[in-house]
T-cell receptor
Framework: AQSVTQLDSQVPVFEEAPVELRCNYSSSVSVYLFWYVQYPNQGLQLLLK??????LVKGINGFEAEFNKSQTSFHLRKPSVHISDTAEYFCAVSPYGNKLVFGAGTILRVKS | DAGVIQSPRHEVTEMGQEVTLRCKPI?????LFWYRQTMMRGLELLIYFNNNVPIDDSGMPEDRFSAKMPNASFSTLKIQPSEPRDSAVYFC??????????????FGQGTRLTVV
């Protein structure tokens, strides 16, 4: 079975600092990878996705992620965070069919 | 479009009572998903429908849980009888196409269920 590991449950960072949220997946076959964001008291929304092609994927709100097949990683980065980026971020993979398997989530806390 | 609409937003019920959660997907979307979110288990897919037909219910925890989609614009998730361990946030999501192939899943704001 495919799984997703988000290595940090919480990441505190100061405003305008860079941030990296780590995600590793286990799979023996090609997968599609996603990052979703959940703002307080909201549902999840798609940040970015990797299906094929360039390993560097750009998403909304200045986020980007890099797919690394050899390290089975899909880390999310932003060069300069804002207070409004405070949220929980979920990495997800699609094993097969119309399904998404989510990681446990990483809470990003941006401090002023 | 107003997005995926879930009701109620909050539900507090006593153990043993029946609970019904409701979802209206985005018009035109052909896939609908029910997820449960808890601190202990994170986000779990309970069931999903394609064109109103249940495709995979392997995530439904037990027979106390049931889901229906009588038409393309409405779905329910029922718990009977409810237990304290069912306390969680339940999300409904919909998509136009296969989320596993990159189609975005649109989530509702969730129903926070508390069973006392």
């Amino acid at each position: 079975a495919q799984s997703v590991t988000q290595l940090d449950s919480q990441v505190p960072v100061f405003e305008e600092a860079p941030v990296e949220l780590r995600c590793n997946y286990s799979s023996s076959v090609s997968v599609y990878l996603f990052w979703y964001v959940q703002y307080p008291n909201q549902g999840l929304q798609l940040l970015l996705k990797y299906l094929s092609g360039s390993t560097l994927v750009k998403g909304i709100n200045g986020f980007e992620a890099e797919f690394n097949k050899s390290q089975t990683s899909f880390h999310l980065r932003k060069p300069s965070v804002h207070i409004s980026d405070t949220a929980e971020y979920f990495c997800a993979v699609s094993p097969y069919g119309n399904k998404l398997v989510f990681g446990a989530g990483t809470i990003l806390r941006v401090k002023s | 479009d107003a997005g995926v609409i879930q009701s109620p937003r909050h539900e507090v019920t006593e153990m043993g009572q029946e609970v019904t959660l409701r979802c209206k997907p985005i018009s035109g979307h052909n896939s609908l998903f029910w997820y449960r979110q808890t601190m202990m288990r994170g986000l779990e897919l309970l069931i999903y429908f394609n064109n109103n037909v249940p495709i995979d219910d392997s995530g439904m925890p037990e027979d106390r849980f049931s889901a229906k989609m009588p038409n393309a614009s409405f779905s329910t998730l029922k718990i009977q009888p409810s237990e304290p361990r069912d306390s969680a946030v339940y999300f409904c999501a919909s998509s136009l196409g296969d989320v596993g192939r990159g189609t975005e899943a649109f989530f509702g704001q969730g129903t926070r269920l508390t069973v006392v």
